[in-house]
C-alpha cells in the first residue's frame, strides 16, 4: 500500500475529471510515474537517481532503498527516521531543506522522490578552492544556522551534520539533507535526554553512536546526551574546514579522534580569521549548555550579533545572490 505526502500536479489534458482548481486530483505514485535517470549517487542502503516525473515533467532526486539492504544494515529506525524528518519539514515552507514530495514502495524497495538538488554537496567546493574567502564563509555558514533555527524550532536536531550532508540547488543557496540520524524531540523537556543505565538493559536507553565521526560533540561520546547543541558544534567544526580546509578534530585513528575531541585537542592554522577564529572558539566548547547560542530561543541571535557576521543580513540569505566560490 504506497503512502504518499498529499500532491497535486498541473493538469495535463488527461481528460481526468479536475478538482476545482483546474488540478488533477493526488493519484498514487509509482515507478512508472518517472523516467530514471543517471546514478546521483549511492548509501549504504540506498541508490539516488536522478528522475523525470512524466505528468510534471520535473527533475527529481528520487532515493531508491533495498528493503533486503535495509534489514540487512539494521536500518529500519533510520528510515523511519529520515521520513519522518523530511515529512514535517516539506510542509514547514523554508527551503534550506531537501524537499520530500512523496514516497511509495514495491515488494523490494521504498522510494523517495525528493528536490534535485543540481549541485551536489559542499565538501568538493572546500576541497577544490582549499580555503573560502571570509564572504563565502559568512554566507554559507548564515543559511547553515539559518536551517539549524529553523530545525530546532521544530525540536528536530539533525546529529550528523557535515560538508557532505549541505547539498546546493541550482542558484547555489543550501538544501540540508540526510535525516538519517536526526531525532524528533517529542517535547522540548526531553532536550536533554540524561540517559539512565537500566539494571536489566545494561546499554544505554537512548539509541546507539550517531553522526560522524569527526564532527560529533563530545556529550554524544560521552553521556549521550541528546541536545540541539550538538549541531552547533557541528556548525563551528565545519566554519572551521570552511576556512581551514580540513575538520578541527583529525585522526586516522577512531580512538584517537575521540580523545583529541574529548581534550578539545585542535589548533588554528596561521592566518585564520581572527572574528572566525573567535567564533568556532564559542562554539567548540566541551560543555553543551556554555557554546554560543544555547541560551538563545526561535533564533540564534548571539551567534548572528558575532562581529563575525557584522553586516550579514540572516533574513534575505535565502533571496541573496551567493557570493563566487573561487
Ligand atoms: N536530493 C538530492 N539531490 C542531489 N543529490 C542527492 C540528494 N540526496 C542524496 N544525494 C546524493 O546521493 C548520495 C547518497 O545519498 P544517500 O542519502 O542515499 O546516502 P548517504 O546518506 O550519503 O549515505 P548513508 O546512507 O551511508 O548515510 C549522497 O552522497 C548525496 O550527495
Ligand atoms: O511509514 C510510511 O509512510 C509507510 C507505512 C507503510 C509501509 O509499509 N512503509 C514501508 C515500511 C517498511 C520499512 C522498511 C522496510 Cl525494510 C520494509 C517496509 C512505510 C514507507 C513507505 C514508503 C516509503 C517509506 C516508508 Cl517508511
Redesign the pocket.
Known sequence: QATQTSQVVQVNGGGQSLTANNMMPVTKRNPKDYIFGKV?????????Y?AKDIHTNRE??I?V?EKQQIIREK?RE?VRR?KDALNILSNSGSSLF?KLYCTFQDAERLYFV?????N??LLPYINKVGSFDSACTRFYSGEILRALEHLHDLNIMHR?LKP??I?LDHNMHI?V??F??SKILEQPADAVDNTILDENNPRPRSNSFVGTAQYVSPELLTEKTISPSSDLWALGCIIYQMIAGLPPFRSRSEYMLFKKILNLDYVYPDGFNADAKDLVQKLLVLDPNERLGTKDDQRYTSIRSHPFYKGLDFDTLHVTTPPPIY
Open positions: 546521483i549517487g549511492e548509501g549504504s542502503y540506498s541508490t539516488v536522478l527529481h532526486a532515493k532503498c536500518k533510520q529520515e531537501v525528493m528536490s534535485y538538488a543540481k551536489g554537496d550528523d557532505e550532508n547539498l538544501k539533507a540526510d538519517g540520524c
